[in-house]
C-alpha cells in the first residue's frame, strides 16, 4: 500500500455543552413589544443570553418573525403565525430551551506540532482529525520511492521511443514493454512506483507481429496504439480497464483498425488523450506504396475509438519522390483538443532538410521546408511552419518529443546536428508561448563533444516545472549509455546541467520515457518519473510523484432524510481543510441538479468552518432572499451534495444529504347553496361555509368582499363553519360579485366567487303601512290627541297601541271624532282622534294604513299632529 507523511501534534480537549431541542409548548397571541430579536448560547457555562436588538412597540410584525424573552434559566422563543401591527401577533408559536436539559460534550481542536513526516501506510492516521491513540494527524504528500522499482526482469527487446508509461486517474502507474516484435506486456505499480506486477498483455501470438506501439490512459482506461504487422501493416487499438483486467492476453486489437490508407510500414505511433474532451488522438508515420516514403496521418476518434476520423497530414514531399521522409513525431492537444504535431524529416533536398514544422487542424504553423513549394495533396486545414531549420543536408535533426503545459506553452526538445557540432547529436529545446506562431526560445541545451545522446523526452509537471531525460553513451561513464535528466524551474529559460540516473559499468541503460500527465494533478519529485531499459536485462522505473492531497470534509449537519416543512430551515455546518501549502479551497454546495453555489472560501492548512442556514418556503428553498431551486415536488428524495476543491483541482470526496419536502397547502373552503338562488328578493339572507388547512399547527382567515367594498373578516381559527349576512342594501342592481377567501397563517389562499342578480322590481302598491312611535315627554302618557290631514278621497285606517316597555303591542282601531275640511281647499279634510288608556303607558305605537282601490289614484296623508296628557 502506498505510504503518506504525517505531521503529528497534541490533541486539546474541550468540553462544551450542547443546545438541547427546542420543545413545543403551544399556540397563544403574543405582544412582541421590547422582546429580544434574537438570542446566544455560552457553550462554556451553559448560558442563555438575549439580544439587545428589540422589536419596537410600532413594528409592523410579519409571519415567521421570531422574539425571545429569558425566563429563569429558560429561553422562549415565540415565531408569528398571523401578521399584526403594533408589535403584536394574534397568534404566536412558543418554544422553550432549558439550560438544565442541554448536555456537555467534549471536542477536540489541533495543538502544538509533536513530530513532523511520519511515514505510515495511507489510511493509518486521520486525514486530519484525532486519532485513538491520543494524538491529531494531518496527511501530508504521498511517499516516493528512494531507488530504482523493477517493472521486470525479462529481457525485452527496446521500450521504443516515447509515450510507454502512463497515470492513471487512481494513481496507479502504467508501464508498456515489447517482447520480440510478438507481445506488448503492459505492468501496474500502487504504490507509486516501488513495487510492479503483470497487467496483461497485447498480442497477436506469432512473431513479428507488432512493430512500435503507444499508450495513454483515461480516468482507469488504458489506451494502447499498436502497428500491426500480418497481412498488410495497419494501426490497430484496443482499451482495457485497469481495474477489472487481470493477467489476460489482449487479441481484439486486431480487428479495431485506425487506418483508413493501405500501408507498407508504420516507423513511429504517438497517442494522446484530451482530458477536457476525452477524444483520442493517434498520430503515426508510415509509407504507402504510391507515392512512397514516410508520410504524417492523422486519427482521432470522440465515441471512445468506436470510429476514427483520418486526416493524411503531411506527404512525403514532392509527389512520388520517396527520398523526403518523415523521420519522428510528437503529439499534443489545445484546451478545445485540436491536434498539434511536431515532426522531424531527414530530406535529402539541398536547403530543404531538416525541418521542424507544427500542424494543427485548425491553425497550422508551419515554414515550408521546400521554400515556397506547398504540398498539394495534404488534407484541408493543415498548414505548416517551420520552427528549426539548419539548410544543410547534412546536419540531421531527429527524435522529437513535445508537450503543452497547463498554461498552453508549447515545449519541444530534439536531437540535432549544428555546425559546431555536426557529428554528435546534442539536446535542442524550443518553446512557444503563443500556440506555436511564435517560438520565443530555441536553444541548444547540451554541448556535447564526445559521445552519442539518445532518445530525449520532455514532461512537464503542475508547478511548470519542464523535464527532459535522455540516454548517454558518455565516454567517463563506463563506456555505456546512461540516463540523464536536466530540469527547468523557470519554464524552460534556464536548464540546470544534466544529472545522471542510472549508470551501470557493465550494461547499457537506454530508451528513457519520461511520465507526462496531462490533467497536472501532479508535481515532480527530485527525479521526475521515468522509466528505461536495461539492454537484455530488464525495465525499470525510478523517481516520484509528489500528489495533490484533496481536501478533507466533515458535514455535521443537516441529518439525512430531514422533512421540511413551510418556514423550516436546513442548516448546513461542517468543516474543512487542506493539508497542502499555498493553496486555495473553495466549498461548494449544490441541491439536486442545480447550479452549485460557493459555501465558503480560505487558504490551505487553516480549519474552515461552514455554515448556511437554507429556508423553505413557497415550496422553494431560500438562502436568505435568494431563491436556490425550483418549485420542490413532495414525496421525492431530494439532494444536497458539498464538496471542497482546491486550486490544483484535487477535490474531496461530496458528501450527500437526502431531504424530503412537505410544501405549505392551500387551505380549503366550501360554500354551502345560497338562497335565494341567483335573483334577490328578500331583504336579508345568509351565506355559510366551512374552512380548513391539511397542515398541521396552521390558523385560517375567512374574508367576504362585495363588489368593490374592501374585505372584511368574517373568521379567524384553526378552521370550521362560517357565515355572514348579506342585505338587500349592500348590492347594486345587476349583477354582483361577492368574493370568500381563505388564507393561511403562512400565505397561501383559496377563494370561491358567488354571483347575485338582483332585479330593480317596480310594482306599484295598494295599500301601505307606517309605523310611529310617540314618545311622551315625562317617559309616559295616559291619553293621546291626534289630527290627521288627508287627501279626503283618501282610505285612512288608524290603530294606536299602548302598552307598557316589554309588552307586546295590541292595537286599537281609532274612529274619528270629527272629520271638517280644511280652509284652504275643500279637497283636504282634518281627522280628530282621541284615545284614552287606563292607565299611563310608555310604549306608545301609531299605525297608519292607507288603501286604494285603483292604481291611478295618488292620494296621501299631508300632516299628522297632535298631543299626550
Same mark, same amino acid.
Given at each position: ?195 510492479? #506486477?503483470?497487467?496483461? $498483455? *497485447?498480442?497477436?501470438?506469432? +512473431?513479428? @507481429?507488432?512493430?512500435?506501439? !503507444?499508450?495513454?490512459? %483515461? ?113 499534443? #492537444?489545445?484546451?478545445? $483538443? *485540436?491536434?498539434?504535431?511536431? +515532426?522531424? @524529416?531527414?530530406?535529402?533536398? !539541398?536547403?530543404?532538410? %531538416? ?113 527532459? #531525460? ?19 524551474? %523557470? ?379
Amino acid at each position: 500500500m502506498a505510504q503518506y507523511y504525517y505531521d503529528k501534534f497534541t490533541a486539546i480537549p474541550k468540553t462544551v455543552w450542547v443546545e438541547g431541542p427546542w420543545i413545543l409548548v403551544g399556540d397563544t397571541p403574543y405582544f412582541f413589544s421590547n422582546a429580544s430579536k434574537g438570542y446566544s448560547f455560552d457553550s462554556t457555562v451553559n448560558y442563555f443570553t438575549t439580544s439587545s436588538d428589540v422589536w419596537g412597540g410600532s413594528t409592523m410584525i410579519n409571519v415567521g418573525d421570531a422574539c425571545y424573552y429569558k425566563s429563569g434559566n429558560t429561553i422562549n422563543r415565540y415565531t408569528a403565525k398571523d401578521s399584526g401591527d403594533s408589535a403584536y401577533a394574534k397568534l404566536a408559536t412558543h418554544h422553550t430551551k432549558r439550560e438544565d436539559q442541554n448536555t456537555q460534550q467534549t471536542t477536540y481542536s489541533k495543538g502544538s506540532l509533536v513530530q513532523a513526516n511520519v511515514v505510515a501506510e495511507d489510511s493509518t492516521y486521520p486525514s486530519n482529525g484525532r486519532h485513538s491513540d491520543g494524538y491529531w494527524y494531518i496527511k501530508g504528500a504521498a511517499v516516493g520511492p528512494l531507488g530504482p522499482g523493477v517493472i521486470t526482469n525479462s529481457a525485452y527487446s527496446k521500450v521504443n521511443f516515447g509515450d510507454k508509461i502512463t497515470r492513471l486517474s487512481n494513481g496507479w502507474l502504467v508501464a508498456a514493454a515489447k517482447q520480440d516484435n510478438t507481445e506488448i506486456f503492459l505492468f501496474k505499480s500502487m504504490d507509486g512506483g516501488v513495487s510492479w #506486477t503483470p497487467l496483461c $498483455s *497485447v498480442s497477436q501470438g506469432a +512473431a513479428g @507481429s507488432i512493430g512500435t506501439y !503507444a499508450i495513454a490512459s %483515461n480516468g482507469t482506461k488504458v489506451y494502447v496504439a499498436v502497428a500491426r504487422l500480418i497481412t498488410n501493416n495497419t494501426v490497430n487499438y484496443t482499451v482495457f480497464d485497469a481495474l477489472t483486467v487481470q493477467n489476460t492476453r489482449l487479441t481484439d486489437y486486431t480487428t479495431k483498425k485506425i487506418n483508413l490508407i493501405t500501408l507498407v510500414s508504420v516507423s513511429e505511433i504517438q497517442i494522446h488523450i484530451d482530458p477536457r474532451t476525452q477524444h483520442i488522438h493517434v498520430a503515426y508515420i508510415a509509407t504507402t506504396s504510391s507515392p512512397g516514403g514516410r508520410m504524417i496521418f492523422h486519427a482521432v476518434s470522440i465515441d471512445g475509438g468506436t470510429t476514427w476520423t483520418n486526416t493524411t497530414v503531411a506527404l512525403n514531399g514532392y509527389p512520388n519522390d520517396a527520398a523526403y521522409n518523415y523521420t519522428h513525431l510528437g503529439l499534443t #492537444t489545445d484546451n478545445k $483538443s *485540436v491536434p498539434t504535431i511536431v +515532426a522531424t @524529416s531527414g530530406a535529402q533536398l !539541398a536547403n530543404t532538410n %531538416n525541418t521542424y514544422f507544427l500542424a494543427c487542424n485548425v491553425v497550422v504553423i508551419k515554414k515550408d521546408q521546400n521554400y515556397g513549394y506547398t504540398h498539394s495533396a495534404i488534407a484541408t486545414g493543415w498548414t505548416f511552419k517551420t520552427l528549426y531549420t539548419t539548410n544543410s543536408s547534412t546536419l540531421t535533426q531527429i527524435q522529437v518529443s513535445i508537450v503543452r503545459d497547463k498554461d498552453g506553452y508549447l515545449h519541444v526538445v530534439w536531437l540535432g546536428f549544428d555546425s559546431t557540432v555536426n557529428t554528435l547529436y546534442n539536446v535542442w529545446y524550443a518553446r512557444s508561448k503563443d500556440d506555436g506562431a511564435t517560438w520565443d526560445i530555441i536553444n541548444k541545451i547540451t554541448s556535447q563533444t564526445s559521445g552519442q545522446h539518445n532518445y530525449p523526452t520532455i514532461s512537464v509537471d503542475k508547478y511548470n516545472k519542464v523535464v527532459i #531525460t535522455f540516454a548517454w553513451l558518455n565516454p567517463s561513464g563506463y563506456g555505456k549509455y546512461q540516463i540523464y535528466q536536466m530540469i527547468s524551474t %523557470n519554464r524552460g529559460i534556464t536548464w540546470g546541467q544534466p544529472t545522471v540516473i542510472a549508470a551501470a559499468a557493465n550494461a547499457h541503460y537506454n530508451y528513457p520515457s519520461v511520465l507526462y500527465d496531462p490533467t497536472f494533478t501532479v508535481s515532480f519529485g527530485d527525479i521526475a518519473p521515468i522509466m528505461y531499459e536495461q539492454t537484455a536485462g530488464g525495465i525499470y522505473f525510478k523517481g516520484s510523484v509528489i500528489t495533490n492531497n484533496v481536501p478533507s470534509l466533515t458535514i455535521t449537519s443537516p441529518t439525512n432524510n430531514q422533512t421540511l416543512y413551510e418556514n423550516d430551515t436546513i442548516n448546513l455546518s461542517g468543516d474543512a481543510y487542506d493539508s497542502d501549502k499555498d493553496q486555495s479551497v473553495t466549498v461548494f454546495y449544490q441541491l439536486n441538479g442545480e447550479q452549485r453555489k460557493v459555501l465558503a472560501t480560505n487558504v490551505s492548512q487553516t480549519q474552515i468552518s461552514l455554515s448556511k442556514q437554507l429556508t423553505f418556503k413557497g415550496g422553494k428553498l431560500y438562502d436568505g432572499e435568494t431563491v436556490l431551486t425550483g418549485t420542490l415536488t413532495e414525496g421525492v428524495a431530494h439532494t444536497l451534495k458539498v464538496w471542497a476543491v482546491d486550486s490544483e483541482n484535487g477535490q474531496s470526496a461530496t458528501i450527500e444529504r437526502t431531504f424530503y419536502v412537505v410544501p405549505n397547502r392551500a387551505p380549503l373552503l366550501s360554500v354551502d347553496a345560497i338562497v335565494p338562488s341567483g335573483v334577490v328578493d328578500t331583504d336579508i339572507f345568509k351565506i355559510s361555509g366551512t374552512s380548513s388547512d391539511p397542515d398541521a399547527n396552521a390558523n385560517v382567515k375567512v374574508t367576504k368582499k362585495v363588489n368593490a367594498n374592501n374585505p372584511v373578516e368574517i373568521y379567524n381559527g384553526p378552521g370550521g363553519a362560517w357565515e355572514f349576512d348579506v342585505s338587500l342594501a349592500e348590492l347594486v342592481v345587476g349583477e354582483n360579485t361577492i368574493v370568500v377567501e381563505v388564507t393561511d397563517n403562512y400565505g397561501a389562499k383559496t377563494s370561491k366567487t358567488i354571483k347575485l342578480k338582483k332585479n330593480e322590481i317596480k310594482t306599484p302598491i295598494l295599500q301601505s303601512v307606517a309605523r310611529y312611535k310617540i314618545e311622551p315627554p315625562k317617559g309616559s302618557a295616559k291619553g293621546v290627541l291626534l289630527f290627521v290631514e288627508r287627501d279626503e278621497k283618501l282610505d285612512l285606517k288608524v290603530e294606536l297601541s299602548m302598552t307598557l316597555t316589554g309588552e307586546q303591542e295590541q292595537y286599537e282601531t281609532l274612529t274619528p271624532e270629527s272629520t271638517a275640511p280644511m280652509p284652504y281647499t275643500d279637497r283636504v279634510v282634518e281627522d280628530t282622534f282621541y284615545y284614552e288608556a287606563t292607565e299611563p303607558k310608555s310604549n306608545i305605537i301609531l299605525k297608519l294604513t292607507t288603501s286604494r282601490s285603483d292604481l291611478l289614484l295618488n292620494h296621501k296623508i299631508h300632516l299628522v299632529s297632535g298631543a299626550v296628557e
